[in-house]
C-alpha cells in the first residue's frame, strides 16, 4: 500500500512533464514546418515585384521567376498547408496570380491589380507566422528573427518595388494624374522608411539577445549591403523633386537581392534556434523516463525489502516462543516437584531408605524388610 501511495504521485508528476514536454515538442516541429514554408514565399515576393515592373512596362507574359516562384509554393503548400491551414488562402492567392497576365487597362489600373495581389501575398505571410505559432515564441531572438522575415522584410520589398514604380508613372504621367500619384509616391517613401526602421530595430535587438553565435557575424554583410540599397532607394525618390528612375531602379535591384540573402541567412538562424530546443527537449524527455523507471525500480526494491525483514522477524519471533518453558497458574514451571508424585503434590511418593515419623521419633522399616 505504501509503495502504491507513494507511486501513484510520482506516476501523475511524470504524465504531466510528459505531456509539457509532447506540446513543446508539437509545437517546435510546427514552427519548423512555419520556417519551411516562409522559404519559399521570400522568392514568390520578389517575383511578384518583377512581374508588377513588367506589366508597367507592357510586357504581358509572366515572368519565369514568378512561375517558378508559384510552383515551389504550391509544392510547400501541398507538403504542409494542412498542417499550417494556409491552403485556402494560397489557393486563392494563386488564381489572382494567374489572372494577372490578362490584366489590362490604364497603367494605375495594371498597378491596382498587381497591389491586390501583394497584399494578398502579404497576407499569407502572416497566416503562415500565426498557424505556425512563431509569433507566439517565448524566446526573444527567435520571436525578434520571425518578425523580422514575416514582417519587416515582405513589406520592404513591395514598399520599395511600389515606390520605384510609382516613380515611372509619375515620370510619364499628366498634370491631372499627378496629384494623385504624387499622394501615393510619397506614401510608399514613408512606408519603407518605418519598414526599414523597424527591420534594423529588430536585428539588433535579436543579435543583443540570442543564443547563436553566429547570428551576428552572418548578419552584418547582408545587413549592409540592405542599408546601402535603401539609401540609394531614398535618393532616387528625391521627395519634393523629380524622382531619379534610373537610381531607383538599381537601388531595387540591390535591395531585392540583399533581402533574398538576408532572409537566407535568418531563416537559417531560426531552424537553428529551433533544433536546439528540440535536441533539449528530446534530453528532457529520455531524462523523465529514466528517471521515473529507477523510481519505480528502487519503490519496488525497497517494499520487497522492508517485507523480507517483517517475514524474517515474524518468523524468529514464533521460534522464541516454541521455546519458552510453559507456567502453570500455581507458579510453577511444570517440572514435577521433588516429593511428589507424578507431579501432583498430594500424592506424595515413597521415599526409598526414608523412615517416617510416627510421632516417636522412631522410623517404619520398609514393608518387605518386615516379611
Known sequence: ????????????????????????????????????????????????????????????????????????VQGVDENLGGDLDTTSRWSGLKEKIGRLPGVSGTAEEVYEAHVEVGDLALELYNEVRENSKLNQDQQSDIWYLQETVTVDMPE???????????????????????????????????????????????????????????????????????????????????????????????AQSTLTNALKAL???????????????????????????????????????????????????SRAAGGDSSRDVSVHSDGSNGTPAPGTYGGNPYEPSPGYGDMPNYGNGAGRERSGALR
Open 263 to 313: 532572409a537566407t541567412v535568418l531563416l537559417k538562424e531560426m531552424s537553428t534556434l529551433l533544433e536546439e530546443r528540440e535536441d533539449d527537449l528530446n534530453y528532457g524527455r529520455a531524462e523523465a523516463w529514466v528517471m521515473l523507471v529507477v523510481s519505480i525500480v528502487l519503490l519496488i526494491v525497497a517494499a520487497f525489502w522492508t517485507r523480507g525483514r517483517s517475514v524474517r522477524g
Open 156 to 250: 520592404a520589398v513591395t514598399h520599395v518595388s511600389r515606390m520605384g514604380d510609382l516613380a515611372n508613372m509619375l515620370a510619364a504621367a499628366k498634370n491631372q494624374q499627378r496629384a494623385a500619384l504624387e499622394v501615393q509616391f510619397g506614401a510608399e517613401i514613408m512606408a519603407v522608411e518605418e519598414t526599414v526602421a523597424e527591420l534594423t530595430d529588430n536585428l539588433q535587438a535579436a543579435a543583443e539577445d540570442t543564443q547563436s553565435s553566429t547570428l551576428a557575424s552572418n548578419t552584418v554583410n547582408n545587413l549592409d549591403a540592405f542599408r546601402r540599397g535603401v539609401e540609394a532607394a531614398n535618393r532616387g525618390a528625391n521627395l519634393g523633386s523629380t524622382p531619379d528612375v534610373s537610381i531607383l531602379v538599381t
Open 1 to 72: 500500500m505504501l509503495t502504491v501511495l507513494v507511486v501513484l504521485p510520482t506516476a501523475v508528476l511524470f504524465l504531466r512533464v510528459l505531456n509539457e514536454n509532447t506540446t513543446q515538442r508539437d509545437d517546435t516541429a510546427l514552427k519548423q514546418k512555419g520556417i519551411e514554408y516562409l522559404a519559399e514565399l521570400a522568392p514568390l515576393i520578389s517575383a511578384l515585384a518583377e512581374s508588377q515592373s513588367s506589366a508597367l512596362q507592357g510586357v504581358t507574359q509572366e515572368p519565369a521567376s514568378l512561375t517558378a516562384a508559384v510552383a515551389r
